[in-house]
């Protein structure tokens, strides 16, 4: 927390809106759309509420298709089950560990042969790094399926200038206790499609239709987020920016004390945007002297977290059956990350002494 957020929280207790409406949602919302650039968002309970009902706003229904990015967490790909369709997965590409156009066209190309054209793209930014929209998107729009931007990760980046969240037809953030800004949990749904908007908004309350006596018509949830954690929202909305300078400097101190290590790649940033180095994540070659289970352990016994790279989700159990499309036909570019991937703590209250520590450790066992 920053200290901001607590004035918020207290106009909540004050007016007693202890409920999941009230004037700090709404405040979010709107403040939240004019900074990312869009029409209008919905806060709701978790990232994965906004991806499910994103893709129920694409009529993603029982039977359906949906290509999703392979190499991210979870959350990005069970509302597809939820909605009773088939995942396709998609690998990333060297350049920005983002969906590989190369193995999308692959996807769709087979997906037309067999008829099976799916009704939404899921495209993942991962670790704060925006994908290559000017790639991916005329695909998309060639077969006329809509883009969905799995923003969880990469609030505060941006696209050709553009700011992450806005770049597909509909953007998901999430606010979970990990993620850059935080609500300890909570997430958003992004787009300037107002009508769908208040859909989404429509489902997400219960789809409760206009009458006092409680009519209901579809099928809703209970996905809307608590006025007093929109409170602690604005707060963190107001230091976003400050914690993305943060984490490229935690970023930049690792690659310059790690960079001449042989066998050490840092995640790269492309040209076309900005990342908000969410996580600073490097890969090792084989011929390093620690792997990176070696340096998590070695980290762990000085109580010092780190985590390798998202498992993919192709080599998930729960989506043993879904098909997948690799870069390259024979080379799969996301379980080459998986194995060599090694992700360094980059929380924004990370102190220098620790930072060096940390740096001290990994020097340590890689010379
Ligand atoms: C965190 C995350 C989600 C899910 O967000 P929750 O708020 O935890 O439900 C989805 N996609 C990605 C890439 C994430 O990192």
Same mark, same amino acid.
């Given at each position: 927390?920053?200290?901001?957020?607590?004035?918020?929280?207290?106009?909540?207790?004050?007016?007693?809106?202890?409920?999941?409406?009230?004037?700090?949602?709404?405040?979010?919302?709107?403040?939240?759309?004019?900074?990312?650039?869009?029409?209008?968002?919905?806060?709701?309970?978790?990232?994965?509420?906004?991806?499910?009902?994103?893709?129920?706003?694409? $009529?993603?229904?029982?039977?359906?298709?949906?290509?999703?990015?392979?190499?991210?967490?979870?959350?990005?790909?069970?509302?597809?089950?939820?909605?009773?369709?088939?995942?396709?997965?998609?690998?990333?590409?060297?350049?920005?560990?983002?969906?590989?156009?190369?193995?999308?066209?692959?996807?769709?190309?087979?997906?037309?042969?067999?008829?099976?054209?799916?009704?939404?793209?899921?495209?993942?930014?991962?670790?704060?790094?925006?994908?290559?929209?000017?790639?991916?998107?005329?695909?998309?729009?060639?077969?006329?399926?809509?883009?969905?931007?799995?923003?969880?990760?990469?609030?505060?980046?941006?696209?050709?200038?553009?700011?992450?969240?806005?770049?597909?037809?509909? $953007?998901?953030?999430?606010?979970?206790?990990?993620?850059?800004?935080?609500?300890?949990?909570?997430?958003?749904?992004?787009?300037?499609?107002?009508?769908?908007?208040?859909?989404?908004?429509?489902?997400?309350?219960?789809?409760?239709?206009?009458?006092?006596?409680?009519?209901?018509?579809?099928?809703?949830?209970?996905?809307?987020?608590?006025?007093?954690?929109?409170?602690? $929202?604005?707060?963190?909305?107001?230091?976003?920016?400050?914690?993305?300078?943060?984490?490229?400097?935690?970023?930049?101190?690792?690659?310059?004390?790690?960079?001449?290590?042989?066998?050490?790649?840092?995640?790269?940033?492309?040209?076309? $945007?900005?990342?908000?180095?969410?996580?600073?994540?490097?890969?090792?070659?084989?011929?390093?002297?620690?792997?990176?289970?070696?340096?998590?352990?070695?980290?762990?016994?000085?109580?010092?977290?780190?985590?390798?790279?998202?498992?993919?989700?192709?080599?998930?159990?729960?989506?043993?059956?879904?098909?997948?499309?690799?870069?390259?036909?024979?080379?799969?570019?996301?379980?080459?990350?998986?194995?060599?991937?090694?992700?360094?703590?980059?929380?924004?209250?990370?102190?220098?002494?620790?930072?060096?520590?940390?740096?001290?450790?990994?020097?340590?066992?890689?010379?």
């Amino acid at each position: 927390m920053s200290g901001e957020e607590i004035e918020f929280v207290k106009e909540a207790f004050d007016s007693n809106w202890i409920a999941p409406c009230g004037p700090n949602q709404e405040a979010f919302e709107k403040e939240m759309a004019e900074f990312i650039g869009a029409k209008g968002a919905v806060a709701v309970s978790s990232g994965t509420a906004a991806i499910h009902l994103a893709l129920r706003l694409c $009529g993603v229904g029982s039977g359906d298709v949906v290509f999703c990015s392979s190499l991210t967490f979870i959350g990005s790909a069970t509302p597809i089950l939820f909605q009773g369709a088939t995942p396709v997965f998609i690998d990333s590409e060297p350049a920005s560990w983002n969906m590989s156009p190369l193995a999308l066209e692959r996807a769709f190309d087979e997906a037309e042969a067999e008829g099976k054209r799916p009704k939404a793209v899921i495209v993942v930014n991962l670790y704060g790094q925006c994908a290559d929209y000017d790639s991916l998107k005329p695909i998309c729009d060639r077969y006329q399926v809509p883009l969905i931007e799995d923003a969880a990760e990469s609030l505060g980046a941006t696209y050709q200038g553009q700011a992450s969240g806005t770049l597909g037809r509909f $953007g998901i953030l999430s606010f979970n206790g990990n993620k850059i800004i935080t609500t300890s949990g909570g997430g958003m749904l992004v787009s300037d499609n107002v009508d769908a908007l208040a859909k989404a908004r429509y489902w997400a309350t219960q789809a409760r239709d206009p009458a006092v006596h409680y009519e209901h018509s579809e099928l809703g949830y209970n996905y809307r987020m608590s006025n007093v954690l929109a409170g602690i $929202g604005r707060g963190q909305l107001k230091v976003l920016k400050d914690r993305v300078e943060s984490r490229r400097e935690i970023y930049d101190r690792y690659f310059q004390a790690l960079k001449n290590i042989d066998g050490v790649h840092f995640m790269p940033e492309p040209s076309y $945007g900005k990342s908000n180095r969410w996580l600073t994540v490097l890969t090792l070659e084989k011929t390093c002297k620690a792997n990176p289970l070696e340096i998590i352990n070695r980290l762990d016994a000085e109580g010092i977290e780190a985590r390798p790279v998202w498992k993919p989700l192709h080599l998930q159990p729960v989506f043993k059956n879904c098909p997948y499309y690799s870069h390259q036909p024979e080379n799969s570019f996301s379980d080459q990350v998986f194995d060599n991937g090694l992700c360094l703590p980059s929380g924004t209250n990370l102190e220098r002494e620790d930072q060096h520590r940390i740096i001290q450790i990994v020097q340590e066992a890689l010379s």
